[in-house]
């Protein structure tokens, strides 16, 4: 397990969620506080407000991926499609590792929102819950996706 992986399952273990735990993993490299990190990424923890939509980790993925190679111009098309070309590359091998990117889909729940009270992380949780393992599948998986980018970058 990475440095990177290891730390995104540590803060998930310490209560914070899916989302939180993948980006506050990356924040030092990312030039952004802890805090901040946490506020951003806060609404996207269970498929977005346990509306179990996107992963909450696959969301901080991308919110990484963003942060490290986003487009600023609103014009620039050519940086809009690489940037929607490697968010989709990243879902797709989360979905081929997870076979989903969708949060329901993962923890094998019905359709629709769950409540809006998290459950209390318990061991029968962590039982019970892949969420550790998304986690970390996600950190492993930015991680990867930036360091061949950067190589690729380096060797123009």
Not at 117 to 145: D, H, Q, S
Request: net charge neutral; proline share 3%; aromatic share 8%.
């Amino acid at each position: 397990m990475s440095n990177y992986s290891h730390r995104a399952v540590e803060l998930f273990k310490q209560g914070y969620n899916c989302s939180q735990s993948v980006v506050a993993a990356f924040c030092e490299d990312m030039d952004i506080d802890f805090e901040t990190a946490l506020r951003i990424s806060s609404p996207f923890g269970a498929g977005m407000g346990r509306l179990r939509e996107v992963c909450g980790a696959v969301s901080g993925m991308f919110m990484i991926a963003g942060m490290q190679h986003g487009y600023t111009d609103p014009k620039d098309n050519k940086a809009k499609a690489e940037h929607y070309k490697m968010i989709q590359q990243l879902a797709n091998k989360f979905k081929e590792e997870n076979s989903s990117i969708i949060c329901r889909e993962l923890l094998r729940l019905n359709a629709g929102p769950d409540s809006h009270i998290p459950e209390l992380r318990t061991n029968e949780y962590y039982k019970k819950r892949p969420c550790v393992e998304l986690v970390g599948c996600a950190a492993k998986i930015i991680e990867e996706v930036l360091k061949n980018k950067l190589d690729t970058e380096e060797s123009k």
